[in-house]
């Protein structure tokens, strides 16, 4: 009897424990963001916007309160002691950008927060998992890295070498973290002892560079060892390289710079800085050119190994030179970085009226092709892209206009070699392969996407293929135009940031895929390359006019008038204010100018 009642009465404490478990999972907080962003470092927002989801295992459950916690660290958060910030219980179903209220935090501050709801059948959730986001560098008096550059400065219109930047340096303590800021005029790679920093591609991304210069933050704690060297490769970009459909090299500088700073805090409570500085030394490499419309040149003879790693012989290399240039523009990035998001293998290839072997990938894309290759050195293999063929079959490359979009490798020579370009892209879905060495296998060239990040958001599908074809097409026709800025083509020597099309797609763009943060960062260089009168640009940024002065490439309906729309659009799709609130100048200077011009 005693052993059936201590079954029962396990049995009674297993349901209890299980009901409670049930209970507690009748809503849930997860997938916290900061600023639209998981856990981001290196924002320079001053009073964040804190957002949350709600999952529940019952029907018609909402939010009807909620309470937030910021800590120094999780064992305070948890614990719910030296909190920094709690917002008590609010009475409200806000789960969307929500205010961090607290004390104004410091430079490269991290702080943890949790969040827990209560539903309209007042039960309190458990807190949720901890989320983070640390800050990024507010006080410009901590920038002590300088700008080096190659003495290379150049007024030609043609595309230049990319240039190689490296120095070494030690550690000889226990590192418990560290962070390193980069950025460039022109675009970048950082190595850290051989291995890329980040998957971002074409940072610091595209903005008004006379006025506006982002940065990124990278978290390198795990990458460091005792004996260290710090790479970068820098291209012209749309800094120095080809712009526009009128042959504009150098629009916004003619010189190339680098700029690293990388924070190391040590177990024993000192910290060290290692900046970019006149001990630095500088080369040019395997990228004889790399142009976002021409295409990559790259000669694999040329490379040096272990360039990017510790004890490397740079003593042919040259000394940088200190560039004078402004760390006030220095911003943190809001928007999502460009990133290779996916690989879209061959689908047929193909042997034209004309003899050209042509491979089809089946899909239009923006990117590049990643080749693997094997033959005599000093053997060269061009690449072109085009999106169509035309109506006999042959390759068609005339809708490019200027745009030569072609890349070329020279091999080493050492077994298979694998060529992928660094600063440049493609629209395209057909590529020509010229002098490929021996027979060419199709799994050998790959197309690789890239686009800014955005995450999809909505979708849908019918019982009709055609409409279901159209949806795929404006997705990816999105996809193919968000990089980094919202171009209108994504092929020709053009691909500027037209502000019409970027207005009237901008609510389709919005249901398609997460675009807040993308547009928030653009429409900071519309407001920039506004004119004092109120006119608007009619791309951005402003490659036109340099957004100096009013001439008749700006202040056109429809077009500026995304300076109104765009902002309405956000709030609209996401309850965001504050973009209304930090645009409202820009959107109230294009109504007034617009007033002014028709009366």
């Given at each position: 009897m005693k052993h059936k009642t201590k079954i029962n009465s396990l049995l009674l404490i297993i349901l209890t424990m299980g009901l409670t478990a049930f209970s507690i999972k009748k809503v849930q907080v997860f997938q916290l963001v900061t600023e639209y962003k998981t856990n981001p470092i290196g924002i320079d927002v001053l009073k964040p916007r804190l957002s949350w989801q709600l999952n529940s295992d019952e029907r018609s459950v909402t939010q009807t309160a909620y309470e937030i916690r910021v800590a120094d660290s999780k064992v305070n958060l948890q614990e719910g002691e030296n909190l920094i910030w709690t917002s008590g219980k609010v009475e409200s179903d806000q789960s969307v950008n929500v205010i961090y209220e607290g004390p104004k935090l410091q430079s490269m501050q991290r702080v943890y927060w949790q969040v827990r709801v209560w539903d309209n059948?007042?039960?309190?959730?458990?807190?949720?998992?901890?989320?983070?986001?640390?800050?990024?560098?507010?006080?410009?008096?901590?920038?002590?890295?300088?700008?080096?550059?190659?003495?290379?400065?150049?007024?030609?219109?043609?595309?230049?070498p990319s240039q190689y930047f490296r120095t070494e340096f030690q550690t000889n303590k226990t590192i418990v973290s560290a962070k390193v800021q980069a950025t460039s005029l022109g675009v970048y790679e950082l190595y850290l002892n051989g291995k890329k920093v980040g998957n971002d591609l074409f940072t610091p991304g595209y903005t008004t560079y006379n006025k506006r210069l982002q940065y990124q933050t990278y978290d390198v704690t795990n990458m460091l060892k005792d004996n260290n060297a710090i790479g970068a490769i820098v291209g012209d970009g749309w800094y120095r390289g080809n712009i526009g459909w009128k042959g504009d090299y150098a629009f916004y500088g003619n010189q190339l710079a680098l700029l690293v700073q990388l924070h190391i805090n040590y177990?024993?409570?000192?910290?060290?800085?290692?900046?970019?500085?006149?001990?630095?030394?500088?080369?040019?490499?395997?990228?004889?050119?790399?142009?976002?419309?021409?295409?990559?040149?790259?000669?694999?003879?040329?490379?040096?190994?272990?360039?990017?790693?510790?004890?490397?012989?740079?003593?042919?290399?040259?000394?940088?030179?200190?560039?004078?240039?402004?760390?006030?523009?220095?911003?943190?990035?809001?928007?999502?970085?460009?990133?290779?998001?996916?690989?879209?293998?061959?689908?047929?290839?193909?042997?034209?009226?004309?003899?050209?072997?042509?491979?089809?990938?089946g899909q239009n894309i923006v990117g590049w092709a990643r080749m693997k290759v094997k033959g005599p050195k000093g053997h060269k293999v061009t690449l072109k892209f085009a999106e169509v063929l035309d109506k006999d079959g042959n390759f068609y490359t005339k809708n490019l206009r200027a745009a030569e979009a072609t890349d070329s490798y020279i091999l080493k020579g050492e077994g298979e070699e694998i060529f992928?370009?660094?600063?440049?892209?493609?629209?395209?879905?057909?590529?020509?392969?010229?002098?490929?060495?021996?027979?060419?296998?199709?799994?050998?060239?790959?197309?690789?996407?890239?686009?800014?990040?955005?995450?999809?958001?909505?979708?849908?599908?019918?019982?009709?293929?055609?409409?279901?074809?159209?949806?795929?097409?404006?997705?990816?026709?999105?996809?193919?135009?968000?990089?980094?800025?919202?171009?209108?083509?994504?092929?020709?020597?053009?691909?500027?940031?037209?502000?019409?099309?970027?207005?009237?797609?901008?609510?389709?763009?919005?249901?398609?895929?997460?675009?807040?943060?993308?547009?928030?960062?653009?429409?900071?260089?519309?407001?920039?390359?506004?004119?004092?009168?109120?006119?608007?640009?009619?791309?951005?940024?402003?490659?036109?006019?340099?957004?100096?002065?009013?001439s008749a490439k700006g202040g056109a309906t429809g077009w500026a008038d995304a300076a109104v729309i765009i902002p309405w659009t956000v709030y609209q799709s996401y309850g965001d204010k504050r973009v209304l609130k930090e645009q409202y100048a820009s959107m109230k200077g294009w109504v007034g100018f617009y007033g002014s011009e028709i009366r």
């Amino acid at each position: 009897m005693k052993h059936k009642t201590k079954i029962n009465s396990l049995l009674l404490i297993i349901l209890t424990m299980g009901l409670t478990a049930f209970s507690i999972k009748k809503v849930q907080v997860f997938q916290l963001v900061t600023e639209y962003k998981t856990n981001p470092i290196g924002i320079d927002v001053l009073k964040p916007r804190l957002s949350w989801q709600l999952n529940s295992d019952e029907r018609s459950v909402t939010q009807t309160a909620y309470e937030i916690r910021v800590a120094d660290s999780k064992v305070n958060l948890q614990e719910g002691e030296n909190l920094i910030w709690t917002s008590g219980k609010v009475e409200s179903d806000q789960s969307v950008n929500v205010i961090y209220e607290g004390p104004k935090l410091q430079s490269m501050q991290r702080v943890y927060w949790q969040v827990r709801v209560w539903d309209n059948k007042n039960r309190a959730s458990v807190w949720s998992t901890p989320a983070y986001w640390e800050m990024g560098i507010l006080d410009k008096a901590l920038w002590t890295a300088s700008y080096i550059a190659m003495n290379d400065i150049t007024t030609e219109k043609k595309s230049h070498p990319s240039q190689y930047f490296r120095t070494e340096f030690q550690t000889n303590k226990t590192i418990v973290s560290a962070k390193v800021q980069a950025t460039s005029l022109g675009v970048y790679e950082l190595y850290l002892n051989g291995k890329k920093v980040g998957n971002d591609l074409f940072t610091p991304g595209y903005t008004t560079y006379n006025k506006r210069l982002q940065y990124q933050t990278y978290d390198v704690t795990n990458m460091l060892k005792d004996n260290n060297a710090i790479g970068a490769i820098v291209g012209d970009g749309w800094y120095r390289g080809n712009i526009g459909w009128k042959g504009d090299y150098a629009f916004y500088g003619n010189q190339l710079a680098l700029l690293v700073q990388l924070h190391i805090n040590y177990a024993d409570g000192s910290s060290e800085t290692i900046v970019s500085n006149g001990d630095w030394k500088v080369s040019y490499g395997p990228i004889l050119e790399s142009d976002m419309y021409n295409g990559e040149k790259y000669d694999a003879r040329l490379e040096m190994d272990g360039w990017n790693q510790n004890g490397f012989d740079d003593s042919n290399w040259k000394k940088v030179d200190i560039l004078n240039h402004s760390k006030d523009i220095l911003v943190a990035p809001q928007g999502p970085p460009v990133r290779a998001t996916e690989e879209i293998k061959t689908k047929k290839l193909i042997t034209t009226p004309k003899g050209e072997l042509v491979l089809d990938l089946g899909q239009n894309i923006v990117g590049w092709a990643r080749m693997k290759v094997k033959g005599p050195k000093g053997h060269k293999v061009t690449l072109k892209f085009a999106e169509v063929l035309d109506k006999d079959g042959n390759f068609y490359t005339k809708n490019l206009r200027a745009a030569e979009a072609t890349d070329s490798y020279i091999l080493k020579g050492e077994g298979e070699e694998i060529f992928e370009p660094h600063f440049t892209s493609h629209g395209f879905r057909y590529i020509q392969v010229i002098d490929y060495p021996g027979n060419l296998n199709p799994d050998a060239i790959i197309g690789i996407v890239i686009h800014s990040d955005i995450s999809p958001t909505g979708s849908f599908t019918t019982s009709d293929p055609m409409i279901n074809q159209l949806q795929s097409n404006i997705q990816w026709g999105q996809r193919d135009n968000f990089l980094d800025i919202p171009t209108d083509c994504p092929q020709r020597d053009e691909r500027a940031g037209w502000t019409g099309d970027a207005q009237v797609f901008s609510m389709t763009a919005a249901f398609n895929f997460d675009v807040a943060t993308f547009y928030t960062k653009w429409l900071k260089d519309l407001a920039l390359d506004q004119h004092d009168n109120g006119s608007v640009t009619n791309v951005v940024p402003d490659i036109l006019t340099g957004g100096e002065g009013v001439s008749a490439k700006g202040g056109a309906t429809g077009w500026a008038d995304a300076a109104v729309i765009i902002p309405w659009t956000v709030y609209q799709s996401y309850g965001d204010k504050r973009v209304l609130k930090e645009q409202y100048a820009s959107m109230k200077g294009w109504v007034g100018f617009y007033g002014s011009e028709i009366r």
